[in-house]
């Protein structure tokens, strides 16, 4: 499985962005699908996770009422609507796949086989 990560750009506090991760290759339609985000020199952090059905979401708290994960399986493609963007939200945004994770994992990044190559958000205050 092959990820490409697109959509981020620098905007103002309190403005939106949306992100995109198309995959190829393996079914995507049966891959859990999460969002995290690394600043320079701190560990990489949990946003947003969707589960293969698309019922399970799941958010960090940082993020929870501002942050939407969604997908659309006929474009192999995971969303991240993110809204009210503020400073702290600033980082390097990765999409991950994986298809065996278990529930209580999704939050962990070592547990992720596929990894996206990132996509820069800057917010200004």
């Known amino acids: 499985v092959q990820l490409q990560a697109s959509g981020g750009g620098l905007v103002q506090a309190g403005a939106s962005l949306r992100l995109s991760c198309v995959a190829s290759g393996r079914k995507f339609s049966s891959a859990t699908l999460a969002w995290f985000r690394q600043v320079q020199g701190q560990e990489r952090e949990f946003v947003a996770v969707?589960?293969?059905?698309?019922?399970?979401?799941i958010y960090a708290d940082s993020v929870k009422g501002r942050f939407t994960i969604s997908r659309d399986n006929a474009k192999n493609t995971v969303y991240l609507q993110m809204d009210s963007l503020k400073p702290e939200d600033a980082a390097l945004y990765y999409c991950?796949?994986?298809?065996?994770?278990?529930?209580?994992?999704?939050?962990?990044?070592?547990?992720?086989?596929?990894w996206g190559q990132g996509t820069l958000v800057t917010v200004s205050s």
């Open positions: 969707i589960r293969s059905s698309g019922g399970t979401r």
């Open positions: 991950a796949a994986d298809f065996h994770i278990i529930l209580s994992s999704v939050r962990r990044p070592d547990q992720y086989d596929y």
